[in-house]
């Protein structure tokens, strides 16, 4: 039965309408997830028109094809100009731009071309074996277990500090206190909106992300007048080959940052943005040598891309299964599940195992045309951060005020954009973690929202009545201890050394 679903899933795919789709929903996702503020969610949201009257397979490979596209196409404005194209990307921008910063643009990309098609397919054949098995994990987890999850996305801050754990506390402090602003998302609370109609919806998590990185960027490009890469000084040396090597070469990093995408989109509600930053905790408390993080290590590149490639199998999971969405975009192929008469339950895994395993083709093909598409375009790609100052500014700034109005419809937003991009500029000078800022933004309102749900359900000791969130957040105070350890472990270290040489 389980090879004749293998089958059948395939043979539905392989018809002309179908192929078609995905390519062009593959293109189309490419070209989305390079604009600012836009991403997955929205290039799915701008098909639902268009996924009425189509075979069952073509309408899901136009959807996934373009969902899975956005996932690459965030990473090259990421790599490439330190521009997120949507959340998800942010994670990119910690090592892949300065990757390009000194001369390894192709490197980076073809890195992380081939560790989000790893991570895809990995994230594909879980979701194909797993799912009977992980649906007592998902229920025996709730607001408690999230909210550590939350809190262990904070251990990543002493990486971006530079070696000012106050500078970088300071910095994430004012992410949290900014994504405050808005209605409390518990007791619908008006907080920080100083009487405005237009902050009572908060401040855009995208639009603030474009202000701070793209912004910011364009803000010291314009005032330094050179180009991203000046070639009379840093000759592109990298190569796509080198790239491709990488990601097999860090193969045990690809599989532990795949399985966490994996377990990340599993549970409903996270979000890649928070998967990204958790794959990148994960690559720096694990590397023998954190310390060249953050200075164009291509660990730093694949292990984001690996976990959002995984990310989409894992968000699958629970879609399919119980007709809980894993996240935002998830939840847009719900409603195109609806237009097509599909109803997810525990029946998928029975008498619509075919159409399940369609899906998992669909992610598998997808990213191995992503990545054949992304490897062929690379070379031309790698040029575009050596063009003119003066001509790279305003296009990227017009790129980036489109998509930050786009994102709401506000024209505020624009506003909000150009504000926090003097905000990341003054940070930047000062030495002040844009990371860390925009990861205090990310998880604020997860820590929140868990917070207030453990505290109603289970009261003040809800720690313990959960054992599990108890052991987890052993495992928070250790891994958040690890980066102090290995410090103290390396300055010891150097004054033996300096007192056996005197």
Sequence with gaps: MLIDAIVGGLAALLTPQAILFMVLGVLYGLVIGILPGLGGVVAMALLLPFTYGFEVAATL?????????????????????????????????????????????????????????????????????????????????????YLMMALW??????????????????????GVLVAFIGMDVVTATPRFTFGSEFLIDGISFPVAMIGLFAVSEMMKLAIRGVP???????????TVWQGVKDAFRHWWLVVRSSLLGLWIGV????????????????????????ERFGKGAVEGVIAPDA????????????????????????????????????????HMLTTKLDLVFTMVWIIIIANILV??????????????????ANLMVPIVLAVCFVGAYATRGHIEDVLVAAVFGFVGYVMDKYRYSRANFVIGMVLAVMIERNMHISLTLYGNDFLLQRPIALAMLVFVLFTGALPFYRSWRRKRARAAAGGIAR
């Design 61 to 145: 490979a136009l959807l996934l094809g373009a969902h899975i596209g956005t996932i690459w196409g965030d990473s090259v404005t990421s790599i490439l100009f330190s521009v997120p194209g949507s959340a998800k990307g942010l994670a990119l921008c910690f090592d892949g731009y300065p990757m390009t910063k000194k001369g390894q643009a192709k490197r980076a990309l073809a890195a992380s071309a081939t560790g989000a098609l790893l991570g895809g397919i990995i994230g594909a054949i879980f979701l194909a074996l797993c799912i009977p098995l992980i649906r007592p994990v998902i229920l025996a987890l709730g607001p408690s277990e």
């Design 153 to 174: 996305g904070l251990t990543v801050i002493a990486t971006f500090s530079e070696g000012s754990l106050m500078k970088g506390l300071t910095a994430s402090v004012l």
């Design 228 to 238: 991203i890469v000046d070639r009379s000084l840093v000759v592109e040396e990298s």
């Design 267 to 290: 549970l409903p509600g996270v979000g890649a943005s928070v998967a990204g930053l958790a794959a990148y905790a994960q690559a720096v408390q694990t590397s023998k040598t954190p």
């Design 307 to 346: 976990t959002m490639g995984a990310n989409e199998g894992g968000g699958l999971m629970p879609t399919l299964a119980f007709g809980i969405p894993g996240g935002e975009s998830m939840a847009i192929l719900l409603v195109a599940f609806i237009g097509l008469g599909i109803v997810p339950g525990p």
């Design 371 to 388: 990545t054949l598409i992304g490897l062929g375009i690379t070379p031309w790609l790698a040029r575009l951060p050596s063009l003119q």
